[in-house]
């Protein structure tokens, strides 16, 4: 039996939603989900991601851009 109460704060989001909020195509959203980067349930032929999945792919991305900080040597 399935615990409903798990599923009651989930949000997910179409493909489309998802490329319009990390402002990328559709065929990038396609690609990372079919890499494995970024997870997604399937319903049918159609993918719905966790907007959770969403925001933390885009933290991971954006800690893997960050610079790296330079310490003064003395």
């Known amino acids: 039996m399935v615990d409903l ?3 009651e704060d989930a949000h997910y989001l179409t493909v ?3 490329a319009l909020a990390m ?3 559709k065929i990038t959203v396609y690609r990372l989900v079919h890499a494995q980067k970024l997870a997604a349930v399937t319903f049918g032929r ?3 991601i966790p907007a959770q999945a ?3 792919y885009v933290l991971a991305q ?3 851009a960050a610079p790296a ?3 003064a040597v003395t």
Request: aromatic share 10%; hydrophobic share 35%; no cysteine.
């Open 5 to 7: 109460a798990s599923f």
């Open 16 to 18: 489309d939603e998802v």
């Open 23 to 25: 402002r990328v195509s």
């Open 46 to 48: 159609s993918f719905r």
């Open 54 to 56: 969403v925001k933390e």
């Open 62 to 64: 954006r800690h893997a």
């Open 69 to 71: 900080t330079r310490t």
